[in-house]
């Protein structure tokens, strides 16, 4: 049984994309239990619609709601809140393995720092995407908003970080780690590159292979891409963009002319495929990374499926032991002695 | 007469690509007379395979060749290298208009600040691409890596700049401005982004729409984001490493079937056309703004019909004023003023 802790109320779409995909997901895997936390009423009426194995599934009662607007610092204190609550309850009940929300994206982050807690040594947990790349895998680029100022022992942390949920989430047993850059060359960057460059080439525990672009993280050879949280949101929007614009483009030329309605018949299924290949709100969301038990933070615009990916994804997360691989690679990284040089700089 | 100065042996291609790309400019615009610098021999060699109008084009014997292992600051001391004669002649020569290089991107801009120099007021130029996006025309984004640690009063001054080329490279009028930050409120990024938000929502002649996130360069609102040097980097390749890996996907899914290859010969031509809007090597290089005349940073890899599409945006940039549209901006948003302001932040 893995036990998993659905914010119902969280997302612009809430609760009846989160109830969807909370039933779609109990149908997928069946070793998944789940708790979904909101307002009973709404969420009993969303389940209505749909039959799914009732003893798989509680609600627990919660009237208030965080939105967009709320100023996360605030809004952790509202633990009647589904959000709240559930950090609360994921804390306490030990036989809850994960959270998943598609609520505020600052009170998911500021109440696991504050409520759930994060793994001890970890200073700053990090939101990490899983990004399509060309080798048909994924690149995990962290921190994409949490942080949006670092310094060197942070990022350093977001590599084994990383590494951990490369492993853990992906199997990916050696994954490489890249440091994201304005350049390959070893001097590139301002001094928080160049600081972190020096130290993350001596860590133990990871595999690190030097300095990557912006590019690298869709087209190139590694698995972990450490950025911060200004940076790494920055690429990591940017890609979204990009992916709009051709999937707009394409949908644009394939109606201009006969011909290309007629290829279009024939190619449907292609561009279906490549369509789910660069939908990022289909990954499955983005793991934050460094509290005591894995959350993952999916799309405010989440449709069912992709709550059901985010439960799915979590329940994974759980089962390659997350938490226990980032407590290896800490302890194998001799952290102590990092801290202490880099907090210097 | 549009008299542009090429350094014909910039880049990985060159010469191949700079002669015939010289060649092909002189052939689509006729006010276009080019001077190229570099080995006079090779560049015989290779102007021997075109017929052109010999009357508008002149060849500087330069010996010395930059490549991109020297170090900018190194490199710019060698004044009979095909680049560095280049900017001495754009310095020298009146009727010299603009240069155009697919060279080192660092010794272009060494170059560019030490021999040529920056216009009066102006504290450090910007590397500024323009990029296609979802209204059919080009978003300008600056600095996209020559500065990688900036200022408020740096991000305020691109402002300027960008609304400068806006208007004398691409006609737009009014050009709006979007600051790129990792959220759209007020308050979003980290102090340099919460400082230079302050100073440009107060500057005069620039149109300043607020934060902007990645995804806003090509599917947003405004026609100039303006970045530091280390996220604007990080920005453009990461949507370039976005374009790849999408065309690639097409190009898979497209062979993948008898059904899609079938499909494929009746949208070759659109799928044609989407490459093109998606190629960021077409779009005529990136401008190095704040220089005192035009100054094309033509992708290292440029082929030939790249370095024709940078020598035609070079004209077309001196055609639409540049350099006294941002000396006129720059007048009126009193940058003396703001210049204090900011140098205590």
Chains 1, 2 share one sequence.
Request: charged letters at 25%; a neutral charge; aromatic letters at 4%.
């Amino acid at each position: 049984m893995i036990k998993i802790i659905v914010d119902a109320m969280g997302g612009d779409n809430a609760p009846y994309s989160t109830v969807a995909g909370a039933v779609q997901a109990l149908a997928a895997d069946k070793e998944i239990h789940l708790v979904l936390t909101g307002r009973q009423a709404e969420i009993e009426g969303e389940l209505k619609k749909y039959s799914f194995d009732k003893t798989r599934l509680e609600i627990v009662d919660c009237p208030d709601v965080i939105d967009m607007n709320d100023i996360p610092t605030e809004a952790v204190k509202r633990k009647q809140s589904s959000l709240m609550q559930a950090y609360w309850m994921l804390k306490k009940e030990e036989d809850l393995c994960a959270l998943v929300t598609a609520g505020s994206t600052g009170a998911t982050i500021v109440g696991g720092q504050l409520i759930l807690g994060r793994i001890r040594g970890i200073k700053r947990p990090a939101l990490c995407p899983a990004i399509p790349n060309t080798r048909g895998g994924v690149t995990l680029l962290l921190d994409c908003g949490a942080n949006a100022e670092c310094k060197p022992v942070m990022l350093c942390q977001f590599a084994l970080l990383g590494s951990a949920y490369a492993k853990a989430g992906f199997g990916i047993n050696n994954p490489k780690v890249g440091l994201l850059n304005n350049g390959t060359e070893e001097h590139k960057g301002d001094p928080l590159r160049q600081e972190t460059f020096k130290y993350m080439s001596q860590m133990e525990g990871i595999d690190f292979i030097g300095n990557v672009e912006g590019r690298d993280i869709m087209i190139g050879d590694c698995d972990v891409v450490v950025a911060d949280g200004f940076s790494g949101n920055v690429a990591l929007k940017s890609m979204e963009g990009c992916g709009k614009l051709v999937l707009g483009v394409l949908k644009k030329e394939l109606s201009s002319s006969l011909s290309s309605k007629i290829g279009y018949l024939f190619i449907r299924k292609a561009i279906k495929r490549m369509r789910g290949q660069l939908d990022f709100d289909k990954m499955g969301g983005a793991l934050l990374l460094g509290l005591k038990k894995p959350v993952i933070k999916s799309h405010g615009s989440s449709k069912p499926e992709t709550i059901k990916n985010s439960i799915i994804n979590a329940a994974n997360i759980y089962r390659g032991k997350l938490v226990p691989a980032v407590e290896e690679l800490l302890s194998t990284a001799d952290l102590d002695n990092l801290t202490e040089q880099t907090d210097e700089v």
